[in-house]
């Protein structure tokens, strides 16, 4: 299992993570001006910050806009003795886009990404099916996407309290 860490982040990682929430494309010079620091200080800490894992900045897509027609949420029930090798089967596999661990009726959750739902039968029927230690799956697939959000925390008010006091 992953043993996560957390990083020890200060006001300042906190107002930095705030700003790049609201736009990630903002430049370290802009990010310094806004926070009365210097442009090195901000480098140095978005790069602590990506280093301990707390920041990774890309762009995030629709799949459903992008021609990806198919994405489904599977949940696994496993054999907990083949616990850790489906983890890393399933981590294997191209179309996972995310996994976790659940608690409840089922032990994974993975949401798959596929071109069409011809790969999707491919994928349940050939590849999941050789995967030793997978008791059953349930399949849902996506039909919109309504809400996706990427800001699991909410610095916007380090954000809001610069503001108030810059």
Do not use: C
């Not at 090195?40 to 762009?59: Q, Y």
């Not at 089967?89 to 032990?107: F, I, P, S, W």
């Not at 799956?137 to 503001?163: M, N």
Request: no cysteine; charged share 25%; proline share 2%.
């Amino acid at each position: 299992m992953r043993n996560v860490q957390p990083l020890a982040l200060d006001d300042l990682d906190k107002k930095i993570l705030g700003f790049l929430q609201q736009d990630g494309r903002m430049t370290f010079v802009t990010l310094a001006a806004h926070l009365g620091v210097s442009e090195g200080t901000i480098r140095k800490r978005v790069k602590r910050l990506e280093d301990g894992g707390v920041l990774k900045t890309m762009g995030v897509t629709d799949p459903l806009k992008m021609g990806l027609d198919t994405v489904a949420f599977i949940w696994f029930r496993v054999d907990r003795l083949y616990l850790e090798g489906v983890i890393a089967a399933l981590n294997g596999l191209e179309e996972v886009r995310y996994l976790v661990v659940t608690t409840g009726g089922y032990d994974l959750v993975a949401m798959v990404v596929l071109p069409n739902r011809t790969q999707l039968v491919q994928l349940l029927n050939d590849k999941l099916s050789q995967i030793e230690g997978i008791i059953s799956t349930e399949t849902s697939i996506v039909l919109q996407i309504h809400k996706q959000i990427h800001d699991w925390a909410p610095f916007g008010d380090y954000v809001e309290r610069e503001a108030s006091h810059g």
